[in-house]
């Protein structure tokens, strides 16, 4: 029998995550079936259990429901426990859920190893200090970069985030209007670019060998990503690549197999472009 996977979420329609992984399915010859599914958002706990108890094997969850899956895992793994908030959830075998966070591998990935960016000795720069931040703050400190200065326009928000990190790493926190100096990489993770918006950021944080990261990603390139190269940034990325190595690292971690990311962002990136 089709193992059934699902993404929870809403709003949902505009989710790539079931071109993604049935995609992947394909690819590795795993016998799953992934769809998307609006949950009601006083009726997220009620929607995973009956989904689970029908068979569902495994799901991921988006806004707004990260802190809820993390609320009503079973067992909770390191990455998800620092970033307390979930988007991979897996039905053991004694029909416990087992809570997780992809997302920061997912990042981490798409930096090192599709766009070849070193991590470790660098000065970081991130933007925001809400849930994507946390969810990628451990995997970033793990490549032992030189700092992680965490900037918001909430700088005490920004402040409680780098305490909670503060053990892991050289990790300090800013207004926007308070950056000095200048970073080797820049990740954009506000969600200012879904709104044509800039967070407030000194142009001076940028140099010619600063690599900015924007965490979200459409069809044209993102405002923040247009502000960096007009600054004369050394390189701009946007976040597919992370969307899709998430991915990857959730199905690993249902399925014990590794799909392989290259040719799904290729067809994504095309798909785009139409």
């Known amino acids: 029998m089709t193992d059934l996977y699902a993404v929870f979420g809403n709003p949902i329609g505009h989710s790539k995550s079931p071109d993604i992984h049935n995609a992947f399915a ?17 009726g997220f706990e009620d929607e995973v259990r009956r989904f689970v108890s ?12 990260k802190e809820n899956a993390y609320r009503m895992a079973d067992e909770i793994t390191p990455r998800a426990q620092q970033a307390q908030a979930v988007n991979t959830l897996k039905k053991l075998d004694d ?5 997780d966070n992809t997302d920061g591998a997912g990042l981490v990935r798409d930096l090192t190893v599709n766009h070849s960016v070193s991590l470790a000795g660098k000065r970081i720069l991130i ?3 809400g849930g994507a931040v946390r969810g990628v703050l451990q995997p970033l400190l793990e490549e032992k970069p030189a700092e992680i200065v965490i900037a918001n326009r909430t700088a005490s928000k920004a402040e409680l985030l780098a305490n909670d990190f503060a053990e892991l790493g ?12 200048s970073f080797g990489i820049i990740i954009n993770g ?35 990503n247009a502000w960096a190269e007009k600054l004369g940034a050394a390189r701009t990325i946007d976040g597919l690549g992370m969307l899709v190595e998430q991915a990857a690292e959730a199905f690993f971690v249902w399925r014990g197999v590794r799909p392989q990311t290259a040719r799904v962002m290729k067809d994504l990136r095309s798909e785009r472009r139409r």
């Open 26 to 42: 394909e690819q590795t010859g795993e016998d799953l079936f992934y769809k998307a599914i609006l949950a009601p958002l006083d």
């Open 54 to 65: 029908h068979g569902g094997h495994g799901l991921n969850v988006t806004v707004p429901f």
């Open 95 to 99: 029909g416990r859920l087992l809570a």
């Open 127 to 129: 933007l925001g200090a």
């Open 170 to 181: 050289n990790v300090s926190a800013s207004g926007f209007g308070d950056i000095e100096g």
């Open 190 to 224: 506000t969600s200012a670019s879904l709104a044509g918006e800039l967070p407030p950021v000194p142009e001076s944080a940028v140099s010619h060998v600063t690599v900015c990261y924007d965490m979200m990603y459409s069809s044209k390139t993102t405002v923040f």
